[in-house]
């Protein structure tokens, strides 16, 4: 059985595979054919971990996609909050489809059914209904907001720029992330297809702006500003490191967070730490980690 990872380089996606590598399992990590080199930055050492290897491709490229799936039986499918990424999406899985692969991990995000005014929120839906409609055997992961969106900004200038408001996100670490989507992806790997299923994946705490703020004060040991709720002013100061329309997308994303939060039930949370095998890290432990580096 082979498993291909589509979207290795990214914050999670370098996470899957290194949980992969960790449990000793074998895969491929699709690598952009016009940039394979700069990609392979994992763990920053410049090289992808022992029994992970790449594979060229495009995902706008179906020749060059077909080719990659070529003998694959269980893809892992992430993309990046780009505009077109509900067609990327589709056409990966009508690719899968075609490719007979009948087992999937696709990584969605907590309330994608909710935040449908969120462009990215909304694609990822729209992701999910093809899967049900088609009956593709899938497990799809509803992460929340990941703590590595967070630790740069804020280490850099000692301001939390993120929206997220007080009403409160259960955020979880990117390396949970993965651990989790390993865990899946080798178990649908080693079986005949399995029913879908949806899994949410959620940290222990509850975190607010007002929160996390004082972490970060508190492990930097100096004291950090909120940037506000203010989602016109977010728009314009991400917008300086992003396209104007992704910009507003992300400030989409927040405006849910301010109307009715992230905040995952008690028994999701339970799920979670009993799927890793271990206690969910936490905000602080990350925090730490950023401010030691």
Known sequence: MTILVIGSTGTVGTRV????????????????????????????????????????????????????????????????????????????????????IKRVVYQSMFKSDEFLDCPHANAKFATELMIHKFGIPTTILRPNYFFQNDGGPVTKT???????????TSMVDARDIGEIAAIKLIERDRSEPLPTEIIEIHGSDVITATSAIAIWTEVLGKE??????????????????????????????????????????????????????????????????MAAD
């Open 17 to 100: 595979i290194e949980a992969l590598a960790k449990r000793g399992q074998p895969a491929f990590a699709l690598i952009h054919e016009r940039n394979p080199v700069s990609a392979l930055v994992h763990g920053g050492t410049g090289k992808l971990p022992e029994g992970i290897t790449p594979v060229k491709g495009d995902v706008t490229d179906m020749e060059s996609m077909r080719a990659a799936l070529k003998g694959i039986d269980t893809m892992f499918l992430l993309n990046p909050v780009v505009t077109d990424e509900m067609t990327r999406a589709i056409l990966m899985l009508d690719l899968a489809i075609e490719a007979g």
């Open 224 to 289: 950090v500003k909120y940037a506000g709720d203010d989602l016109r002013q977010f728009e314009k100061t991400f917008a300086k490191m992003s396209t104007s329309e992704i910009a507003y997308d992300v400030a989409g994303m927040f405006r849910g967070f301010q109307r009715t939060g992230m905040i995952g039930s008690d028994a999701a949370v339970e799920a979670t730490a009993k799927l890793l095998g271990h206690p969910q890290r936490t905000y602080r432990s990350y925090a730490q980690e």
């Open 158 to 168: 000692q301001v939390y720029p993120m929206a997220i408001g007080n009403i409160g």
